[in-house]
């Protein structure tokens, strides 16, 4: 059984930083890719940013570019974001979410149906 755990969510003032960090468990997790999606009160799951199995491709929603970078550490199972430059339109549970196969097509990261095991989620507040 896929388990992912997230962790790193907190209260923060705008243009602060957070570090999220989500740990798999439960399959080989250098196999498959991962991404981030954040859901904020009243709103759909959204987007945020992808990696693929390697590590060597990233893809972001245009919301966060420049300010959020994600990175896995395959050694440690680990899928991280680093968030700087918050702002208040960033609160929302953040969700870890892995992928089904190996590779994926640009396209396919970032849709919320190319990925079959989600954590439980953290939650980020940004006050302004």
């Known amino acids: 059984q896929v388990q992912l755990v997230e962790s790193g969510g907190a209260l923060v003032q705008a243009g602060g930083s957070l570090r999220l960090s989500c740990v798999a468990s439960?399959?080989?997790?250098?196999?498959?890719?991962m991404g981030w999606f954040r859901q904020a009160p009243g709103k759909e799951r959204e987007f945020g940013a992808a990696?693929?199995?390697?590590?060597?491709?990233?893809y972001y929603a245009d919301s966060v570019k420049g300010r959020f970078t994600i990175s896995r550490d395959n050694a440690k199972d680990t899928v991280y974001l680093q968030m700087n430059s918050l702002k208040p339109e960033d609160t929302a549970v953040y969700y870890c979410?892995?992928?089904?196969?190996?590779?994926?097509?640009?396209?396919?990261?970032?849709?919320?149906?190319?990925?079959?095991?989600w954590g439980q989620g953290t939650q980020v507040t940004v006050s302004s």
């Open positions: 979410a892995a992928g089904r196969t190996r590779k994926y097509i640009s396209g396919t990261y970032y849709q919320a149906e190319s990925y079959d095991y």
């Open positions: 439960g399959r080989t997790f250098s196999n498959y890719p």
């Open positions: 990696i693929s199995w390697s590590g060597g491709s990233t």
